[in-house]
């Protein structure tokens, strides 16, 4: 079982201060909302992840970056963290990676959203964020959770 745990401090005007720790290892990460909402871009990545496809979600720095990859593997998912300087891609390397089935990697992420969703963050802090789809994705990772024991 991999243990992660995604934590975050109140935004403040567009910045948010992400703790992501994942199987000891842990990284700060001050992300902005600008030009891209990270929060948003979490959301979409673990609906499609769960779906089987692959995802990446940008954390601005300004200028620099991290990019999360949530990549499918039959029933499990990889999770790479890779830092890039100047947020160029060509010139990133890996901070951290690990796999393990749907709810291991996943469900974290998705309580990061919920419990990130029950605060009512608004403007001038945090843009909006649409959470329409949270039931869906949270049916999809329980879902390849039975395949995933035997598989992963």
């Known amino acids: 079982m991999k243990t992660i745990r995604l934590g975050h401090e109140a935004p403040s005007h567009g910045w948010l201060t992400l703790r992501l720790v994942a199987n000891g ?3 700060e990460i001050d992300t902005s909302d600008v030009p891209n909402n990270p929060v ?3 959301i979409s990545a673990i ?3 769960a779906g089987g ?7 601005h720095l300004e200028p620099d970056g991290y990019y999360l990859h949530l990549e499918p593997i039959g029933e499990c998912i990889r999770l790479r963290l890779d830092y890039a300087p100047e ?3 060509s010139r990133s390397r890996k901070i951290m990676e690990l796999e393990g089935d749907r709810r291991d990697i996943l469900l974290p992420f ?3 959203i919920r419990d990130f969703q029950s605060r009512g963050y608004a403007e001038p802090h945090w843009p909006e964020v649409d959470y329409r789809d949270m039931d869906a994705i949270k049916a999809r990772i329980d879902k390849g959770r039975a395949l995933a024991t035997y598989i992963c």
Do not use: T
């Not at 496809?53 to 954390?59: E, R, S, Y």
């Open 25 to 27: 290892h842990s990284v």
């Open 40 to 42: 948003q871009e979490l």
């Open 47 to 49: 609906h499609s992840a």
């Open 53 to 59: 496809v692959m995802a990446c979600v940008w954390f």
């Open 87 to 89: 947020s160029q891609r």
């Open 110 to 112: 998705w309580r990061f």
